[in-house]
């Protein structure tokens, strides 16, 4: 079972920049889909980003576009958001998912498709 721990979140200004990190300390992140869902207070879980088992294929929700980054090592295996430009309406807590990959070009933007779950780091920026 893939175990996943997301690190790196924490309070920053508007404008700023953080990078969240998360760690697979089961199995191998290999062909898996790694996406990162938020979820803002008194709202439900959103799509943030994904990226394909080989790297090679990213998906960003419209909100984050041209701001946030996803991306991912092999050893260890590791799924990285970078965040610059942070806006208050980017408060939440930030969920990092695993999900059996279909082919090496494939993300999900729907929360069904992943089947492991960190417990969440938390975002918060002051503006």
């Known amino acids: 079972q893939v175990h996943l721990v997301e690190s790196g979140g924490g309070l920053v200004q508007a404008g700023g920049s953080l990078r969240l990190s998360c760690t697979d300390s089961?199995?191998?992140?290999?062909?898996?889909?790694m996406g990162w869902f938020r979820q803002a207070p008194g709202q439900e879980r959103e799509f943030v980003a994904a990226i394909g088992w080989s790297g090679g294929t990213t998906d960003y929700a419209d909100s984050v576009k041209g701001r946030f980054t996803i991306s991912r090592d092999y050893t260890p295996n590791t799924v990285f958001l970078q965040m610059n430009s942070l806006k208050p309406d980017d408060t939440a807590v930030y969920f990092c998912a695993a999900g059996p990959g279909r082919s090496r070009w494939e993300v999900y933007r729907v929360e069904s498709e992943y089947n492991n779950w960190g417990q969440g780091t938390q975002v918060t920026v002051s503006s």
């Open positions: 089961g199995r191998s992140f290999s062909r898996y889909v």
